[in-house]
């Protein structure tokens, strides 16, 4: 028998091979990952706690690998495929993302690696939007969209070929990965000459810029990738000074001393030749690539997230009648408690549990003792839960940020989770349902390790 590669080995491999791809195409990516580079060592120096954390979290060797990169794809029968290829990778569908609400025509999800170990191997995950046609609402150009698409094929023969072996043998050989990910590759790669031609471009763009990017190439190019910062506020502050185009405001939750969810920024697309379909090869522009950077906080719990969003909810009201957006989020936000005791008192946050066992051989713990008292007497110490996904009023405004035109339609619509599993072929898992097992499942061990110094 053959040997099998991890599937965490074979995400490492095409990460990397898309990263570099990226970077050889948008040059300007690779200045903000210098940017990000220079922001990172900064802080490290200046925080040796920090440092000496990652350090023993074995954190310090993938801080410079990419966190995410995107896709939009156009029928269900792509989407399916491309989760049949992530799952090779060992990535699952994780969460629904509903962007009609925001004036965007998909919804999504995001293929991640789910465990821990697999996380901390490499963090590379993917957020997969599928346009949604019946939101075109011109019929005409609604039927033109979906021949096109359902026409085109945007894997390659060899790659379908060897998603099937692996899916057969449940893994592939070392050369079998290699050759995998040169042809997965082919599918996320940048085509400057459109399947259509400038007119039709130019119709299905007035029905959306979204639509137009998802319809008239020859497949679904990677749009950005995202590599970690450790402090976002300075490297949205450096860009410019690198000549890159900063998005207005970050997204996400204010700076905080306890970080929560995600905070996200991006570089504005850039205007891109195309040549079009047709007698003369119109030549045209498209804006769709851009580059991105992240940093995350700790997962909410099911009411940390209610109460996220009911701030958000009031941060925009306010923004809405003249207040700047990131007055707006630090006002609301005075509201969301701001220390790791507190978060984890009121439940709004998630948290691993590590017994400490020092306390524990000198003075054991009473039986009745809740989780709480075990906390504050210093039996078991607390370590946030690092949110890994997504959220869809930030992704909103990264996409808007990067369609040039401002004014978004307004959308009629609800979300579709059901039919979006349908055209994926598989539920997407609950994101807080697996921070929730991560938490019990540490409390549970420490809890042993605890009682078991008793005895
Ligand atoms: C995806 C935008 C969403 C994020 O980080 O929230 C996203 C897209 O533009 O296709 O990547
Ligand atoms: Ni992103």
Not at 9 to 24: G, T
Not at 410 to 428: D, H, M, T
């Amino acid at each position: 028998m053959k040997a099998l590669l991890n599937p965490d080995v074979i995400r490492s491999l095409f990460s990397r091979a898309m990263s570099d791809m990226y970077r050889a195409e948008v040059p300007q990516y690779g200045a903000l990952c210098s940017l990000v580079g220079q922001v990172n060592t900064g802080v490290l120096a200046g925080d040796s706690a920090m440092a000496q954390r990652m350090r023993e979290e074995g954190q310090m060797d993938r801080l410079d690998v990419e966190r995410h990169g995107a896709v939009r794809v156009g029928t269900a029968q792509e989407l399916a495929t491309m989760g049949r290829l992530f799952a090779v990778m060992g990535m699952q569908a994780v969460g629904y993302y509903d962007l009609s609400v925001a004036g965007v025509p998909v919804h999504a999800t995001a293929f991640r690696p789910v465990d821990d170990a697999s996380l901390d191997r490499n963090p590379f995950r993917v957020f997969t939007s599928l346009l949604r046609t019946e939101l075109i609402a011109d019929e005409r150009l609604r039927r033109t969209a979906k021949s096109i698409i359902e026409r085109r094929q945007i894997f390659t023969a060899g790659c379908l070929a060897l998603i099937d072996r692996a899916e057969g043998q449940r893994g592939l050989s070392e050369d079998e990965a290699h050759e995998f990910v040169r042809e997965a590759l082919e599918t996320f790669r940048w085509h400057a000459e459109a399947t259509v031609d400038l007119k039709t471009y130019q119709q299905l763009r007035a029905a959306h810029p979204l639509v137009a990017d998802i319809v008239c190439f020859k497949g679904p190019h990677i749009n950005h990738l995202t590599p970690r910062t450790l402090d976002i506020d300075a490297a949205q502050a450096g860009m410019p000074a690198m000549g890159i185009q900063a998005k207005n405001s970050i997204e996400g939750p204010p700076t905080r001393a306890v970080p929560i969810l995600l905070r996200q920024t991006s570089f504005l697309a850039l205007e891109e030749p195309i040549r079009f379909l047709g007698e003369g090869g119109d030549e045209g522009t498209h804006t769709a690539r851009f580059g991105e950077i992240e940093q995350r906080g700790c997962a909410l719990t099911r009411k940390g997230r209610a109460l996220y969003d009911l701030l958000l909810g009031k941060a925009t009201e306010q923004s809405r009648s003249g207040v700047p957006i990131e007055q707006a989020m630090r006002n609301a936000f005075g509201e969301f408690p701001d220390s790791e005791a507190e978060l984890h008192k009121e439940g709004l946050a998630f948290f691993s549990y590590e017994p400490n066992l020092r306390v524990a051989q000198q003075q054991v713990a009473p039986e009745s003792a809740s989780v709480f008292e075990l906390v504050e007497s210093g039996w078991l110490t607390l370590k946030p839960l690092t949110y890994e996904d997504f959220l869809p009023v930030s992704a909103a405004g990264i996409f808007r940020s990067n369609l040039g035109d401002s004014a978004q339609p307004e959308y009629q619509s609800q979300g579709n989770r059901s039919q979006f599993e349908a055209a994926l072929g598989a539920k997407v898992l609950d994101e807080i349902s697996l921070y929730e097992q991560t938490s019990k499942r540490s409390l549970a061990e420490a809890l042993k390790a605890l009682s078991r110094v008793a005895t």
